[in-house]
């Protein structure tokens, strides 16, 4: 099993567009009126304790946003990973309010823009996310050799859906393969092509592969290309184009070559088994989160489908459990971060950071159905 990937588009998770710079920290105050009048007029020393260890995490992930902005505008040299300790901040302000909600359930607010559990955020905290969103825009953007495409979400349509026919679906299941290509590209980069990764010096691009599954992806496309060409021609024909485009380059820098590579290493073969993976997962989100874990914790993944009892088998390794909080699941309150195992039933409904990513390859997919979108 590879290690866990950093997904770039979880770091962007609770985001929408975002502009504009931090406000002041004066601005915001540990403990709003709004916030004092959802507190029991006397705290216990458990509430107490959750009240001052949410202020901390808060005024910590005001002081990193600063820092960041200030070095950004300046123009100094960033750390090798420089969005890590600014994830982590936000992180922890996450999971102290998670903490907070559970000791003090009278201070769940009303719901947010990003469409995060109240119990998980604190509505009053949008604008701090906003430029958290800002500065990753930032420390993630493409290098000036990327090479773009005009129609990126078409590319990864029909890189999906041609590797479907090529491993021998019908076209109705080849067209899921397509669907389900798009939600991994959402769930990687927010759909955003050629992005670094602020976190890791290792995943990059379209799909954030690293060298070696890049590596491997390439040879496995070769292994297919002949019969890519017999029931996709017109993929072929554009894969040789862009592959001679990306020469030079770290491919996975080169949109169309990333994606085909990332599909090939880590999802190919198991789009030959999608009629049985949709027996088990007919929810089209489950399935999207199903080929997100094959990103995530691939070993573990495949064998729960191999089980015959995929939402039963229980993930008890604490190296995977790792792998999934880092990823966004079982990471946010210390309830939820003392499990030691979950079931494939429990991991799928602790994604719900990645659903609106899913929600967006869905929209996305409908689109370039009807021809409206590129």
Do not use: C
Not at 183 to 207: D, M, P, V
Not at 303 to 326: C, E, H, K, Q
Not at 340 to 368: G, N, P, V
């Amino acid at each position: 099993m590879k290690p866990a990937s950093i997904s770039a588009a979880l770091i962007l998770a609770l985001t929408a567009s975002a502009s504009g710079h931090f406000p002041g920290a004066g601005s915001f105050s540990p403990v709003s009126s709004a916030h004092a009048q959802r507190l029991p007029a006397k705290l216990t020393r458990e509430q107490a304790e959750a009240v001052a260890a949410y202020d901390a995490a808060l005024a910590e992930f005001k002081r990193v946003l600063a820092e960041r902005r200030s070095q950004i505008d300046g123009n100094a040299k960033l750390a090798s990973r420089p969005g890590q300790d600014v994830y982590l901040a936000r992180v922890k302000v996450m999971s102290t309010y998670k903490d907070l909600t559970d000791a003090i359930p009278e201070r769940i607010g009303p719901p947010n823009r990003f469409d995060v559990p109240p119990a998980y955020f604190d509505k009053e905290i949008e604008p701090l996310i906003e430029e958290y969103a800002a500065l990753f825009k930032n420390m993630q953007a493409p290098p000036k050799f990327a090479q773009a495409s005009n129609t990126p979400f078409k590319d990864v349509y029909d890189i999906g859906r041609a590797i479907g026919l090529a491993k021998g679906l019908d076209k109705k299941t080849a067209d899921a393969a397509g669907r389900i290509s798009l939600g991994i590209f959402f769930a990687e980069t927010n759909g955003n092509q050629n992005i670094g990764n602020g976190r890791s010096k290792t995943y990059k691009g379209s799909l954030q592969t690293g060298p070696k599954e890049n590596t491997n992806g390439k040879r496995k496309w070769n292994g297919l290309k002949e019969r890519i060409a017999k029931v996709a021609p017109d993929v072929a024909k554009r894969d040789a184009k862009e592959a001679a485009r990306a020469r030079g380059i770290d491919e996975r820098y080169n949109h169309w070559v990333a994606v085909r590579n990332g599909l090939m290493n880590a999802h190919a073969d198991l789009f030959a088994q999608l009629p049985e993976i949709t027996r088990v997962l007919p929810n089209e989100i489950d399935q999207m989160k199903f080929f997100q874990l094959i990103q995530i914790v691939p070993t573990p993944t495949r064998a729960a489908l191999r089980s015959g009892d995929f939402m039963n088998y229980r993930i008890t390794s604490p190296r995977v459990m790792g792998y999934l909080r880092n990823n966004s699941m079982f990471a946010f309150g210390k309830k939820e971060r003392a499990k030691t195992s979950a079931t494939y039933r429990e991991i799928l409904d602790a994604m719900w950071l990645f659903e609106s990513k899913f929600k967006k390859a869905q929209a996305k997919y409908a689109e370039l159905k009807s021809g409206q979108e590129s």
